[in-house]
């Protein structure tokens, strides 16, 4: 296995933190877990051209949000270019256009792509028995994020586990 | 103003992340906010090498935290010269010797170190009064983590509050 | 429907308080979720005779627990008879003593006992999955904790999401 | 002593948990802590009558939600005359009324009322540091809680720490 970054794509609620986790546990050597979420965490509290999410949880964000998380990105592929192995799990808003912005950061830097499949009904019914997450974005996000986005590897949370999806993951990466 | 990277430095418990929030708030542009304890989260959960508390509260990292801890310093470097502004929050276990890892990696980014203090026994009542922390650390590392290290502003959390320290930091940054 | 307590017991990470969010969302009237959780929180971070953890996920209880517990539990009861609808969470360590324990503090107050049963496999990788609770608690629980327990109604969080458990204990409660 | 019951009043941010988190730890008995938030938290995600929180941090609360408030408290009172000695911190919103609904639930149970101050923009800026509270809402309550309401003991959280706080109230309690 020579990949030193695991981007790992899909809706809210539709499992892909608990997967990196198992990942994590799964896989011979540690690699670190970020999260879209942990950078989003990392903004000021409020911020101009930030993240807003509507009433029905669309997510929308302006330039400042897209300036930093440029910055964000490439501090990851530094991460990954200075030994680390790295997952970061990512919700596609742009689809391929996403991937794309990935692809160019992360260069000549091994990357594999996995996509984690959810049916919005089975991720909305996460989000409310979760109860931390603002209503709709699951079922906004389930489709829309894996649009034109190629992957290595693909994953239904709705027919496995975690644990499962993340054996699957790992079987790939040790294949290749 | 044109630093680019702020480390704030203090034992566990000292009020650390309550002051970066209120910098974020008070800073006229938008600052990104990371912390040890994040690159700690995004360890595997169990990992030999790893990090260690001991019964006292006692912190002991392994040669595999060192090694993943140096490729996260090095990607938030590479944050700040993307164009981003980064505070992070740190525990200089190591004292003078902590503080020097960061320099060595920040190179010529320009780069603010401020002190935060707090009397052991007040930092040891909030660890008890905030729940989430294994008891002992407060007092653990209240002195410490101060231990050589070159300070640009101090602040003691024990007689201002976290917006006051924040304004007194933002103060100096703007003369600066 | 006329009861008005609902005690849905299962293992540790068997998806106990999920379904009850989802419950209370499928659910005509205002239902109040409690947690045994929810309970151990509110004691003192430290006490003699309390709950203790051990290295392999076994929890014990002392005196002074069991004490409290039996207030804590006949506040739940008043809530009950002063027109409130509560369903609570549980692990019933005691398997049938622990339903006993319910039963003789409920008196006429109606109440549905609801088994989610989880295979300790499945509930292990979601314990990984989590992230926030001790390991070894879900697989000690897995089959303990239903032991010589009567259901009205059971469900298995392993054959259906959390959602479509709960459209099954409310289709049970409207039949009744 | 032969309080059993402790009422902590106090608006949002002023510091209640963590005076109500040492006060368990420095008393001798254990004590139950219980939140009116464990109360939120426990009601349904969206309910007619319930909380709804406006844009500037103003709290309102429907019939629904006065209901099983009610419940909520006679079984605390329960828990008191079931032989625990329970802690609760609480926003009186109401001011005298708030008080007034609690001596009227407590009967001959003994209670001790504390009253936590903080000056709104002390109380604002530990909104902001704390990073998930609603801003606005410490500000909004700082002094309409406290409105006609008598106290047995009073503290000002922003002149003494949570744990000297909890000292005072400890010795109160152990003169009378």
């Known amino acids: 296995m020579t990949a030193r970054l695991i981007i790992v794509n899909g809706g809210s609620s539709s499992g892909k933190t608990g997967i990196v986790r198992c990942l994590q546990a799964v896989l011979p ?69 996403s991937q794309q912005r990935w ?15 959810c049916p919005p009904e089975i991720a909305a019914g996460r989000e409310l028995a979760r109860g931390d997450r603002e209503r709709g974005m699951a079922e906004q996000q389930a489709y829309v994020v894996h649009e034109g986005v190629a992957y290595d590897i693909e994953v239904d949370s709705s027919r496995a586990e975690s644990m499962e999806c993340a054996r699957q993951i790992a079987a790939h990466l040790t294949r290749t």
């Open 103 to 117: 692809q160019d950061a992360a260069g000549d830097v091994e990357t594999v792509f996995v996509g984690v499949h």
């Open 29 to 97: 050597e540690p690699w670190l877990g970020f999260s879209v979420d942990d950078f989003v965490d990392a903004l000021p509290a409020t911020m101009d051209g930030g993240l807003e999410i509507g009433p029905g949880g669309e997510v929308s964000v302006g330039p400042a949000f897209r300036e930093l998380e440029a910055a964000w990105t490439a501090g990851i592929i530094t991460m990954c270019r200075a030994g680390g192995r790295v997952i970061v799990d990512d919700v596609f808003l742009g689809g391929a256009k």
